[in-house]
Protein backbone atom coordinates (compact mmCIF):
# COMPACT_ATOMS: atom_id res chain seq x y z
CA UNK A 1 0.00 0.00 0.00
CA UNK A 2 0.66 3.87 0.49
CA UNK A 3 4.83 4.68 1.33
CA UNK A 4 5.17 7.34 4.03
CA UNK A 5 7.32 10.53 3.22
CA UNK A 6 9.57 11.51 5.46
CA UNK A 7 8.46 14.33 7.89
CA UNK A 8 10.73 16.83 7.00
CA UNK A 9 9.40 16.17 2.83
CA UNK A 10 5.92 16.67 4.11
CA UNK A 11 3.62 19.54 2.93
CA UNK A 12 -0.68 19.46 4.02
CA UNK A 13 -1.64 20.14 0.12
CA UNK A 14 -5.27 18.94 -0.42
CA UNK A 15 -4.14 17.20 -3.41
CA UNK A 16 -3.15 13.29 -4.33
CA UNK A 17 0.41 12.66 -6.36
CA UNK A 18 -0.11 9.39 -8.82
CA UNK A 19 2.68 8.38 -11.07
CA UNK A 20 1.41 6.34 -14.00
CA UNK A 21 3.75 3.37 -14.15
CA UNK A 22 2.66 2.74 -17.76
CA UNK A 23 3.98 6.17 -18.95
CA UNK A 24 5.84 7.80 -15.75
CA UNK A 25 3.69 11.04 -16.03
CA UNK A 26 2.72 12.33 -12.91
CA UNK A 27 -0.49 13.96 -11.69
CA UNK A 28 -2.04 15.51 -9.30
CA UNK A 29 -5.51 14.89 -8.22
CA UNK A 30 -7.21 17.26 -6.24
CA UNK A 31 -9.08 16.04 -2.95
CA UNK A 32 -12.25 17.14 -1.60
CA UNK A 33 -14.04 16.17 1.23
CA UNK A 34 -11.77 13.24 1.53
CA UNK A 35 -12.55 12.46 -1.71
CA UNK A 36 -11.24 12.18 -4.76
CA UNK A 37 -12.65 12.58 -8.52
CA UNK A 38 -13.27 9.38 -10.25
CA UNK A 39 -13.76 11.18 -13.40
CA UNK A 40 -9.92 12.97 -12.96
CA UNK A 41 -9.04 9.43 -14.05
CA UNK A 42 -10.71 9.24 -17.23
CA UNK A 43 -7.30 11.98 -18.35
CA UNK A 44 -5.00 9.24 -17.72
CA UNK A 45 -4.14 7.21 -20.65
CA UNK A 46 -1.72 5.07 -22.00
CA UNK A 47 -0.85 3.52 -25.37
CA UNK A 48 -2.25 -0.69 -24.92
CA UNK A 49 0.41 -3.03 -23.19
CA UNK A 50 0.85 -6.68 -24.00
CA UNK A 51 -2.09 -7.95 -21.66
CA UNK A 52 -5.02 -5.22 -22.58
CA UNK A 53 -7.56 -5.95 -24.91
CA UNK A 54 -8.42 -3.29 -27.30
CA UNK A 55 -12.14 -3.60 -24.83
CA UNK A 56 -9.98 -2.26 -22.36
CA UNK A 57 -10.32 1.22 -23.77
CA UNK A 58 -6.97 1.93 -22.41
CA UNK A 59 -6.27 5.01 -25.08
CA UNK A 60 -9.58 6.84 -23.34
CA UNK A 61 -8.24 7.04 -19.76
CA UNK A 62 -8.34 4.97 -16.54
CA UNK A 63 -11.64 3.82 -15.45
CA UNK A 64 -12.45 2.87 -11.29
CA UNK A 65 -14.05 0.04 -10.78
CA UNK A 66 -16.16 -0.44 -7.38
CA UNK A 67 -18.05 -3.42 -7.55
CA UNK A 68 -20.98 -3.04 -5.57
CA UNK A 69 -20.42 0.41 -4.66
CA UNK A 70 -18.09 -0.33 -1.44
CA UNK A 71 -16.25 2.79 -1.76
CA UNK A 72 -17.76 4.90 -4.29
CA UNK A 73 -19.52 8.35 -2.90
CA UNK A 74 -22.38 8.97 -5.31
CA UNK A 75 -24.02 12.33 -4.58
CA UNK A 76 -23.17 15.29 -2.04
CA UNK A 77 -26.03 15.19 0.93
CA UNK A 78 -26.67 16.74 4.08
CA UNK A 79 -29.39 14.28 4.66
CA UNK A 80 -27.88 11.43 7.26
CA UNK A 81 -24.68 10.51 8.45
CA UNK A 82 -23.64 7.04 9.64
CA UNK A 83 -19.87 6.51 11.49
CA UNK A 84 -20.07 2.84 11.30
CA UNK A 85 -16.82 2.15 13.28
CA UNK A 86 -18.06 4.31 16.33
CA UNK A 87 -22.25 3.17 15.75
CA UNK A 88 -22.75 7.04 15.35
CA UNK A 89 -26.38 7.84 13.39
CA UNK A 90 -27.10 11.26 12.76
CA UNK A 91 -29.95 12.59 10.46
CA UNK A 92 -29.49 15.77 9.83
CA UNK A 93 -27.09 16.52 12.61
CA UNK A 94 -29.17 15.28 15.27
CA UNK A 95 -28.09 11.78 16.69
CA UNK A 96 -30.36 9.00 16.57
CA UNK A 97 -31.14 8.37 20.41
CA UNK A 98 -32.27 11.95 20.80
CA UNK A 99 -34.78 11.58 18.27
CA UNK A 100 -36.06 8.33 19.29
CA UNK A 101 -36.33 9.21 22.75
CA UNK A 102 -38.10 12.98 22.37
CA UNK A 103 -39.46 13.06 18.99
CA UNK A 104 -42.17 11.75 16.59
CA UNK A 105 -42.24 10.13 12.97
CA UNK A 106 -43.43 13.18 11.15
CA UNK A 107 -41.61 16.05 12.74
CA UNK A 108 -38.56 13.69 12.08
CA UNK A 109 -40.02 13.43 8.25
CA UNK A 110 -40.02 17.03 7.97
CA UNK A 111 -36.43 17.42 9.85
CA UNK A 112 -35.30 14.51 7.04
CA UNK A 113 -36.95 16.70 4.33
CA UNK A 114 -36.44 19.75 5.34
CA UNK A 115 -33.42 20.55 6.38
CA UNK A 116 -34.56 21.58 9.84
CA UNK A 117 -37.22 20.59 13.09
CA UNK A 118 -39.99 22.19 12.27
CA UNK A 119 -41.51 25.33 14.70
CA UNK A 120 -45.45 24.37 16.16
CA UNK A 121 -47.11 25.73 13.02
CA UNK A 122 -44.86 24.62 10.33
CA UNK A 123 -45.41 20.74 12.10
CA UNK A 124 -48.53 21.62 12.63
CA UNK A 125 -49.26 22.30 8.52
CA UNK A 126 -46.77 19.44 7.32
CA UNK A 127 -48.99 16.75 9.68
CA UNK A 128 -52.10 18.35 8.14
CA UNK A 129 -51.03 17.99 4.51
CA UNK A 130 -49.27 14.33 4.88
CA UNK A 131 -52.81 13.15 6.71
CA UNK A 132 -54.81 15.09 4.35
CA UNK A 133 -53.42 12.91 1.32
CA UNK A 134 -54.27 10.17 2.99
CA UNK A 135 -57.34 8.64 1.13
CA UNK A 136 -57.25 7.09 -1.84
CA UNK A 137 -59.16 7.22 -5.42
CA UNK A 138 -61.79 3.88 -4.75
CA UNK A 139 -61.00 2.12 -7.91
CA UNK A 140 -57.72 1.42 -6.35
CA UNK A 141 -60.01 -1.30 -4.40
CA UNK A 142 -60.26 -2.88 -7.61
CA UNK A 143 -56.53 -3.03 -8.56
CA UNK A 144 -56.19 -4.96 -4.89
CA UNK A 145 -58.71 -7.25 -5.21
CA UNK A 146 -57.22 -8.43 -8.98
CA UNK A 147 -53.81 -9.86 -7.10
CA UNK A 148 -53.85 -13.94 -6.09
CA UNK A 149 -55.71 -14.69 -2.58
CA UNK A 150 -51.83 -15.45 -1.16
CA UNK A 151 -49.95 -12.47 -2.96
CA UNK A 152 -47.02 -11.33 -0.97
CA UNK A 153 -47.53 -7.92 0.53
CA UNK A 154 -44.70 -6.41 -1.06
CA UNK A 155 -46.00 -7.12 -4.67
CA UNK A 156 -48.84 -5.57 -3.97
CA UNK A 157 -47.04 -2.87 -2.03
CA UNK A 158 -44.76 -2.36 -4.86
CA UNK A 159 -47.16 -2.69 -7.87
CA UNK A 160 -49.16 0.39 -5.84
CA UNK A 161 -46.77 2.95 -5.79
CA UNK A 162 -46.65 2.40 -9.56
CA UNK A 163 -50.42 2.56 -9.77
CA UNK A 164 -50.51 5.48 -7.90
CA UNK A 165 -48.51 7.46 -10.25
CA UNK A 166 -50.90 6.81 -12.90
CA UNK A 167 -53.47 9.12 -11.50
CA UNK A 168 -50.96 12.10 -11.49
CA UNK A 169 -50.33 13.21 -14.80
CA UNK A 170 -49.15 16.97 -13.57
CA UNK A 171 -46.33 14.84 -11.78
CA UNK A 172 -45.22 13.27 -14.43
CA UNK A 173 -42.03 14.81 -16.72
CA UNK A 174 -42.86 12.29 -19.45
CA UNK A 175 -45.63 14.26 -20.02
CA UNK A 176 -45.32 17.51 -18.82
CA UNK A 177 -41.64 18.42 -19.74
CA UNK A 178 -38.58 16.79 -18.28
CA UNK A 179 -37.91 19.84 -15.78
CA UNK A 180 -40.77 19.53 -14.39
CA UNK A 181 -39.57 18.97 -11.04
CA UNK A 182 -35.38 20.17 -11.76
CA UNK A 183 -36.84 23.66 -12.34
CA UNK A 184 -37.19 24.12 -8.53
CA UNK A 185 -34.03 24.37 -8.40
CA UNK A 186 -33.48 27.57 -10.09
CA UNK A 187 -36.47 29.25 -7.86
CA UNK A 188 -39.71 27.77 -9.67
CA UNK A 189 -42.09 27.93 -6.78
CA UNK A 190 -44.80 25.99 -9.00
CA UNK A 191 -42.43 23.66 -9.39
CA UNK A 192 -41.43 23.13 -5.57
CA UNK A 193 -44.84 23.20 -5.13
CA UNK A 194 -45.91 20.39 -7.41
CA UNK A 195 -42.74 18.39 -5.84
CA UNK A 196 -43.86 18.94 -2.61
CA UNK A 197 -47.77 17.76 -3.32
CA UNK A 198 -46.15 14.47 -4.49
CA UNK A 199 -43.86 14.44 -1.62
CA UNK A 200 -47.29 14.56 0.85
CA UNK A 201 -49.39 12.05 -1.41
CA UNK A 202 -46.14 9.64 -0.81
CA UNK A 203 -46.23 9.77 2.49
CA UNK A 204 -49.49 9.68 3.41
CA UNK A 205 -50.59 7.40 0.99
CA UNK A 206 -47.77 5.13 1.76
CA UNK A 207 -49.93 3.76 5.35
CA UNK A 208 -53.16 3.73 3.29
CA UNK A 209 -51.72 0.82 0.48
CA UNK A 210 -49.86 -0.64 2.94
CA UNK A 211 -52.83 -1.57 5.18
CA UNK A 212 -55.31 -2.14 2.03
CA UNK A 213 -52.29 -5.08 0.89
CA UNK A 214 -53.16 -6.12 4.84
CA UNK A 215 -56.49 -6.25 4.65
CA UNK A 216 -56.89 -8.17 1.57
CA UNK A 217 -55.38 -10.81 2.40
CA UNK A 218 -57.39 -11.03 5.94
CA UNK A 219 -60.52 -10.61 3.55
CA UNK A 220 -61.65 -7.08 5.38
CA UNK A 221 -63.37 -3.92 3.52
CA UNK A 222 -60.85 -1.17 3.15
CA UNK A 223 -60.99 1.50 5.48
CA UNK A 224 -61.15 5.36 4.81
CA UNK A 225 -57.98 6.69 6.94
CA UNK A 226 -59.22 8.23 10.28
CA UNK A 227 -58.74 11.30 11.66
CA UNK A 228 -57.82 13.12 14.66
CA UNK A 229 -54.79 9.96 15.02
CA UNK A 230 -50.82 10.51 14.98
CA UNK A 231 -49.77 8.68 11.75
CA UNK A 232 -48.64 5.62 13.55
CA UNK A 233 -51.81 5.59 15.14
CA UNK A 234 -53.71 5.67 11.71
CA UNK A 235 -51.80 3.33 10.38
CA UNK A 236 -52.64 0.78 12.93
CA UNK A 237 -56.15 1.61 13.16
CA UNK A 238 -56.15 0.80 9.27
CA UNK A 239 -54.84 -1.93 10.10
CA UNK A 240 -56.69 -3.27 12.55
CA UNK A 241 -60.55 -1.25 12.23
CA UNK A 242 -63.46 -3.54 12.47
CA UNK A 243 -66.44 -1.55 13.00
CA UNK A 244 -67.19 2.01 14.46
CA UNK A 245 -67.51 0.72 18.20
CA UNK A 246 -64.64 -2.02 18.50
CA UNK A 247 -62.29 -1.91 20.99
CA UNK A 248 -58.79 -1.35 19.81
CA UNK A 249 -57.56 0.19 23.27
CA UNK A 250 -57.90 -0.15 26.76
CA UNK A 251 -59.79 2.87 26.99
CA UNK A 252 -62.58 2.37 24.49
CA UNK A 253 -61.39 5.21 22.56
CA UNK A 254 -61.36 3.69 18.94
CA UNK A 255 -57.69 4.41 19.07
CA UNK A 256 -55.04 1.87 18.71
CA UNK A 257 -52.82 0.97 22.20
CA UNK A 258 -50.87 3.42 22.67
CA UNK A 259 -47.93 1.34 23.55
CA UNK A 260 -48.14 -0.02 20.49
CA UNK A 261 -48.28 2.67 18.25
CA UNK A 262 -45.66 4.77 20.45
CA UNK A 263 -43.06 1.91 19.91
CA UNK A 264 -43.98 1.78 16.04
CA UNK A 265 -43.78 5.72 15.88
CA UNK A 266 -40.22 4.84 17.27
CA UNK A 267 -39.17 1.93 14.68
CA UNK A 268 -40.68 4.35 12.13
CA UNK A 269 -38.27 7.06 13.30
CA UNK A 270 -35.24 4.50 13.81
CA UNK A 271 -36.28 3.07 9.69
CA UNK A 272 -36.72 6.61 8.34
CA UNK A 273 -33.45 6.84 6.79
CA UNK A 274 -30.31 5.67 6.42
CA UNK A 275 -28.20 7.48 4.18
CA UNK A 276 -26.48 5.58 0.79
CA UNK A 277 -28.57 2.20 1.52
CA UNK A 278 -29.72 -0.07 -1.40
CA UNK A 279 -33.33 1.24 -1.51
CA UNK A 280 -32.52 4.73 -1.55
CA UNK A 281 -29.84 4.76 -4.03
CA UNK A 282 -32.42 2.85 -6.58
CA UNK A 283 -34.46 5.59 -6.18
CA UNK A 284 -32.09 8.01 -6.14
CA UNK A 285 -30.62 5.79 -9.63
CA UNK A 286 -34.22 5.82 -10.90
CA UNK A 287 -34.76 9.38 -10.16
CA UNK A 288 -32.37 10.02 -12.37
CA UNK A 289 -33.65 9.53 -15.40
CA UNK A 290 -36.16 11.94 -14.63
CA UNK A 291 -39.70 9.63 -14.46
CA UNK A 292 -42.63 10.77 -11.82
CA UNK A 293 -41.85 10.01 -8.47
CA UNK A 294 -43.95 7.41 -7.68
CA UNK A 295 -42.09 4.89 -10.37
CA UNK A 296 -39.02 6.04 -8.04
CA UNK A 297 -40.53 4.94 -4.90
CA UNK A 298 -41.85 1.58 -6.65
CA UNK A 299 -38.05 0.89 -7.94
CA UNK A 300 -37.27 1.48 -4.21
CA UNK A 301 -39.91 -0.86 -2.95
CA UNK A 302 -38.50 -3.66 -5.12
CA UNK A 303 -34.60 -3.07 -3.99
CA UNK A 304 -35.72 -3.16 -0.15
CA UNK A 305 -37.93 -6.53 -0.33
CA UNK A 306 -34.61 -8.77 -0.79
CA UNK A 307 -33.36 -10.36 2.29
CA UNK A 308 -29.79 -8.57 2.06
CA UNK A 309 -31.88 -5.27 2.86
CA UNK A 310 -35.58 -5.26 3.93
CA UNK A 311 -36.38 -8.80 4.08
CA UNK A 312 -33.69 -9.51 6.69
CA UNK A 313 -36.33 -8.98 9.65
CA UNK A 314 -38.51 -11.90 7.80
CA UNK A 315 -35.67 -13.95 7.95
CA UNK A 316 -34.17 -13.27 11.28
CA UNK A 317 -37.84 -15.00 12.69
CA UNK A 318 -37.58 -17.88 10.06
CA UNK A 319 -33.51 -18.51 11.58
CA UNK A 320 -34.88 -18.47 14.23
CA UNK A 321 -37.57 -20.74 13.99
CA UNK A 322 -35.67 -23.06 12.26
CA UNK A 323 -32.80 -23.22 15.20
CA UNK A 324 -36.08 -23.91 17.96
CA UNK A 325 -34.34 -23.71 21.36
CA UNK A 326 -31.19 -21.90 22.64
CA UNK A 327 -29.44 -25.25 23.25
CA UNK A 328 -29.16 -25.51 19.17
CA UNK A 329 -27.30 -22.27 18.81
CA UNK A 330 -23.63 -23.81 18.80
CA UNK A 331 -24.58 -26.19 16.19
CA UNK A 332 -26.21 -23.42 14.31
CA UNK A 333 -23.14 -21.12 14.88
CA UNK A 334 -20.87 -23.91 13.19
CA UNK A 335 -22.88 -23.95 10.34
CA UNK A 336 -22.79 -20.43 9.42
CA UNK A 337 -18.94 -20.76 10.40
CA UNK A 338 -18.85 -23.23 7.57
CA UNK A 339 -20.51 -21.11 5.18
CA UNK A 340 -24.00 -23.79 5.29
CA UNK A 341 -25.93 -20.68 6.89
CA UNK A 342 -26.43 -17.09 7.24
CA UNK A 343 -26.62 -15.29 10.57
CA UNK A 344 -29.44 -13.08 9.40
CA UNK A 345 -29.45 -9.64 11.49
CA UNK A 346 -26.24 -9.44 12.42
CA UNK A 347 -23.62 -7.73 9.63
CA UNK A 348 -23.48 -4.60 8.17
CA UNK A 349 -22.01 -2.72 4.72
CA UNK A 350 -21.59 0.31 7.34
CA UNK A 351 -21.50 -0.16 10.91
CA UNK A 352 -18.23 -2.23 12.16
CA UNK A 353 -19.82 -2.38 15.75
CA UNK A 354 -22.88 -3.04 17.05
CA UNK A 355 -26.03 -0.89 14.86
CA UNK A 356 -26.66 2.20 17.30
CA UNK A 357 -29.96 1.53 16.51
CA UNK A 358 -30.42 -1.78 17.54
CA UNK A 359 -30.18 -0.92 21.08
CA UNK A 360 -32.75 1.20 20.93
CA UNK A 361 -34.86 -1.09 19.49
CA UNK A 362 -34.19 -3.61 22.34
CA UNK A 363 -35.34 -0.89 24.51
CA UNK A 364 -38.10 -0.88 22.74
CA UNK A 365 -38.68 -4.62 22.75
CA UNK A 366 -39.04 -4.61 26.47
CA UNK A 367 -42.02 -2.20 26.44
CA UNK A 368 -43.89 -4.38 23.62
CA UNK A 369 -43.49 -7.32 24.99
CA UNK A 370 -44.57 -6.28 28.61
CA UNK A 371 -47.89 -5.18 27.20
CA UNK A 372 -48.06 -8.67 24.47
CA UNK A 373 -46.53 -11.05 26.22
CA UNK A 374 -42.89 -12.54 26.27
CA UNK A 375 -42.04 -14.01 22.84
CA UNK A 376 -40.53 -17.45 23.53
CA UNK A 377 -37.94 -17.15 20.72
CA UNK A 378 -36.32 -14.13 22.50
CA UNK A 379 -35.11 -16.89 24.67
CA UNK A 380 -33.10 -18.27 21.26
CA UNK A 381 -32.52 -14.43 19.74
CA UNK A 382 -30.68 -13.52 23.08
CA UNK A 383 -28.44 -17.26 23.04
CA UNK A 384 -27.52 -16.49 19.33
CA UNK A 385 -26.66 -12.78 20.10
CA UNK A 386 -24.69 -13.24 22.96
CA UNK A 387 -22.77 -16.21 21.61
CA UNK A 388 -22.06 -14.20 18.07
CA UNK A 389 -20.44 -11.50 19.90
CA UNK A 390 -18.22 -13.83 21.96
CA UNK A 391 -17.09 -16.03 18.78
CA UNK A 392 -13.91 -14.87 17.72
CA UNK A 393 -15.22 -15.80 13.52
CA UNK A 394 -17.76 -12.66 14.16
CA UNK A 395 -15.34 -10.77 16.10
CA UNK A 396 -12.70 -10.97 13.66
CA UNK A 397 -15.15 -9.93 11.09
CA UNK A 398 -16.53 -6.79 12.94
CA UNK A 399 -19.73 -8.36 12.65
CA UNK A 400 -22.63 -7.24 14.79
CA UNK A 401 -26.12 -7.04 15.33
CA UNK A 402 -28.37 -4.71 13.04
CA UNK A 403 -31.58 -3.46 13.39
CA UNK A 404 -33.33 -6.37 12.08
CA UNK A 405 -32.05 -8.55 14.30
CA UNK A 406 -34.85 -7.35 16.93
CA UNK A 407 -37.67 -5.67 14.93
CA UNK A 408 -39.03 -9.18 13.55
CA UNK A 409 -39.12 -9.96 16.99
CA UNK A 410 -41.20 -6.35 17.71
CA UNK A 411 -43.37 -7.16 15.08
CA UNK A 412 -44.01 -10.65 15.54
CA UNK A 413 -45.02 -9.69 19.49
CA UNK A 414 -47.61 -7.02 17.77
CA UNK A 415 -49.15 -9.79 15.59
CA UNK A 416 -47.97 -9.02 12.06
CA UNK A 417 -47.40 -11.86 9.96
CA UNK A 418 -43.61 -12.52 8.80
CA UNK A 419 -44.24 -11.63 5.14
CA UNK A 420 -45.90 -7.84 6.11
CA UNK A 421 -42.38 -6.83 7.98
CA UNK A 422 -41.07 -5.35 4.76
CA UNK A 423 -43.83 -3.28 4.41
CA UNK A 424 -43.44 -1.78 7.76
CA UNK A 425 -39.87 -1.07 6.68
CA UNK A 426 -41.43 0.80 3.41
CA UNK A 427 -43.76 2.82 4.81
CA UNK A 428 -41.35 4.73 7.22
CA UNK A 429 -38.46 4.55 4.56
CA UNK A 430 -41.01 6.09 1.35
CA UNK A 431 -39.76 9.71 3.90
CA UNK A 432 -36.09 8.68 3.34
CA UNK A 433 -36.86 8.28 -0.43
CA UNK A 434 -38.85 11.62 -0.88
CA UNK A 435 -36.23 13.43 1.01
CA UNK A 436 -33.19 12.35 -1.40
CA UNK A 437 -35.46 12.97 -4.21
CA UNK A 438 -35.63 16.16 -3.42
CA UNK A 439 -32.74 16.61 -2.58
CA UNK A 440 -31.10 15.51 -5.65
CA UNK A 441 -34.51 17.27 -7.79
CA UNK A 442 -32.96 20.70 -5.76
CA UNK A 443 -29.50 20.05 -6.83
CA UNK A 444 -27.91 23.58 -8.20
CA UNK A 445 -25.78 21.99 -10.59
CA UNK A 446 -28.54 19.93 -12.15
CA UNK A 447 -29.22 16.29 -12.32
CA UNK A 448 -27.04 14.19 -14.43
CA UNK A 449 -28.39 10.58 -15.12
CA UNK A 450 -26.79 7.86 -13.12
CA UNK A 451 -25.29 5.85 -15.87
CA UNK A 452 -22.46 3.39 -14.52
CA UNK A 453 -19.31 2.28 -16.70
CA UNK A 454 -18.55 -1.81 -16.73
CA UNK A 455 -15.44 -3.51 -17.42
CA UNK A 456 -16.26 -5.61 -20.39
CA UNK A 457 -14.72 -9.03 -20.17
CA UNK A 458 -16.61 -10.51 -22.90
CA UNK A 459 -15.64 -11.61 -26.51
CA UNK A 460 -14.07 -9.16 -28.78
CA UNK A 461 -15.64 -8.90 -32.38
CA UNK A 462 -15.80 -12.28 -33.63
CA UNK A 463 -18.28 -13.02 -37.35
CA UNK A 464 -21.76 -14.14 -37.06
CA UNK A 465 -22.24 -17.88 -38.05
CA UNK A 466 -25.18 -19.40 -39.82
CA UNK A 467 -27.46 -21.58 -37.74
CA UNK A 468 -26.91 -24.98 -39.69
CA UNK A 469 -23.45 -24.37 -38.96
CA UNK A 470 -23.79 -24.38 -35.30
CA UNK A 471 -23.73 -27.23 -33.49
CA UNK A 472 -24.80 -27.49 -29.66
CA UNK A 473 -21.48 -27.34 -28.34
CA UNK A 474 -21.51 -24.08 -30.23
CA UNK A 475 -21.34 -22.32 -26.19
CA UNK A 476 -20.31 -24.48 -23.40
CA UNK A 477 -20.37 -23.43 -20.19
CA UNK A 478 -22.59 -22.91 -17.30
CA UNK A 479 -25.41 -20.60 -17.42
CA UNK A 480 -24.66 -20.55 -21.69
CA UNK A 481 -27.48 -21.73 -22.54
CA UNK A 482 -31.48 -21.84 -21.45
CA UNK A 483 -31.98 -24.84 -18.89
CA UNK A 484 -34.09 -27.58 -19.76
CA UNK A 485 -37.09 -26.91 -17.07
CA UNK A 486 -40.31 -29.30 -15.88
CA UNK A 487 -43.46 -28.29 -17.61
CA UNK A 488 -46.75 -28.27 -15.72
CA UNK A 489 -49.64 -30.76 -16.69
CA UNK A 490 -51.55 -28.44 -18.69
CA UNK A 491 -48.02 -26.99 -20.48
CA UNK A 492 -47.24 -30.98 -21.44
CA UNK A 493 -51.14 -31.75 -22.28
CA UNK A 494 -51.15 -28.43 -24.63
CA UNK A 495 -47.53 -29.12 -26.33
CA UNK A 496 -48.57 -32.96 -26.98
CA UNK A 497 -51.73 -31.24 -28.73
CA UNK A 498 -49.91 -28.90 -30.80
CA UNK A 499 -47.26 -31.92 -31.84
CA UNK A 500 -50.45 -34.31 -32.49
CA UNK A 501 -49.90 -36.36 -35.27
CA UNK A 502 -46.15 -35.26 -35.64
CA UNK A 503 -43.56 -37.93 -33.67
CA UNK A 504 -42.00 -35.63 -31.07
CA UNK A 505 -40.37 -37.21 -28.07
CA UNK A 506 -38.82 -34.03 -26.52
CA UNK A 507 -41.79 -32.48 -24.78
N1 LIG B 1 -23.33 -14.21 8.70
C1 LIG B 1 -22.15 -14.83 8.48
N2 LIG B 1 -21.08 -14.27 7.88
C2 LIG B 1 -21.24 -13.00 7.47
C3 LIG B 1 -22.44 -12.27 7.65
C4 LIG B 1 -23.50 -12.93 8.30
N3 LIG B 1 -24.66 -12.30 8.52
N4 LIG B 1 -22.30 -11.03 7.14
C5 LIG B 1 -21.07 -10.97 6.65
N5 LIG B 1 -20.41 -12.16 6.86
C6 LIG B 1 -19.01 -12.49 6.52
C7 LIG B 1 -18.85 -12.68 5.02
O1 LIG B 1 -19.02 -14.04 4.68
C8 LIG B 1 -17.43 -12.20 4.83
O2 LIG B 1 -16.56 -13.22 5.30
P1 LIG B 1 -15.15 -13.49 4.55
O3 LIG B 1 -14.41 -12.19 4.61
O4 LIG B 1 -14.52 -14.61 5.28
O5 LIG B 1 -15.53 -13.85 3.14
C9 LIG B 1 -17.29 -11.04 5.80
O6 LIG B 1 -18.22 -11.33 6.85
C10 LIG B 1 -17.59 -9.68 5.21
O7 LIG B 1 -18.92 -9.69 4.71
P2 LIG B 1 -19.40 -9.06 3.32
O8 LIG B 1 -20.41 -9.98 2.71
O9 LIG B 1 -18.21 -8.69 2.50
O10 LIG B 1 -20.09 -7.74 3.81
P3 LIG B 1 -21.04 -6.83 2.95
O11 LIG B 1 -20.79 -5.46 3.39
O12 LIG B 1 -20.90 -7.10 1.47
O13 LIG B 1 -22.51 -7.31 3.35
C11 LIG B 1 -24.53 -7.54 4.54
C12 LIG B 1 -23.29 -6.68 4.31
C13 LIG B 1 -25.51 -6.78 5.44
C14 LIG B 1 -25.22 -7.81 3.20
C15 LIG B 1 -24.11 -8.87 5.21
O14 LIG B 1 -23.49 -8.62 6.45
C16 LIG B 1 -25.26 -9.83 5.39
O15 LIG B 1 -25.57 -10.57 4.46
N6 LIG B 1 -25.94 -9.83 6.60
C17 LIG B 1 -27.11 -10.64 6.81
C18 LIG B 1 -28.34 -9.96 6.20
C19 LIG B 1 -28.81 -8.78 7.04
O16 LIG B 1 -28.91 -8.87 8.26
N7 LIG B 1 -29.14 -7.67 6.36
C20 LIG B 1 -29.68 -6.48 7.01
C21 LIG B 1 -28.76 -5.33 6.94
S1 LIG B 1 -29.26 -3.98 8.01
C22 LIG B 1 -30.74 -3.38 7.41
C23 LIG B 1 -30.68 -2.87 6.03
O17 LIG B 1 -29.75 -2.14 5.66
O18 LIG B 1 -31.61 -3.16 5.28
Not at 95 to 107: C, D, G, M, T, Y
Not at 280 to 290: D, E, F, K, R
Not at 377 to 403: G, I
Request: proline share 7%; aromatic share 10%.
Amino acid sequence: MGKQLPASELKRDESLRVVDNRTGKEYTVPITHNSIPANFFKGIRAAPGPNDRPEDETERGLRVADRGFLNTAVIESRITYIDGDNGILRYRGYPIEQLAERSSFLEVSYLLIYGALPSPSQLSHFTSEVLLHGPIHSDAEGFFRSFRYDAHPMSMLTSAFAYLGSYYGEANPSLQGQDLFTKAAKGDPAALQNMDRQIFRLIGKATTLAAMAYRIRQGRDFVVPPTGMSYTESFLYQLDHLSPTDHLSESHSNKPHPVLAKALDILFILHADHEMNASSTTVLQTGSSLPDPFSAVAAGCASLYGPLHGGANEAVIRMLLSIGSPKNVPAFLEAVKKRQKVLSGFGHRVYKTSDPRSFIIRKVADEVFAVTGRDPLLDTAMALHDAALKDDYFVSRKLAPNVDFWSGLIYRAMGFPMDFFPVLFVVPRVVGWVAHWRQMMLSPSGVKIWRPRQLYLGPSTRDYVPLDERTDAFQVGVGMEPSVIEHSGMTKRRKLAEAAGKVTSKL
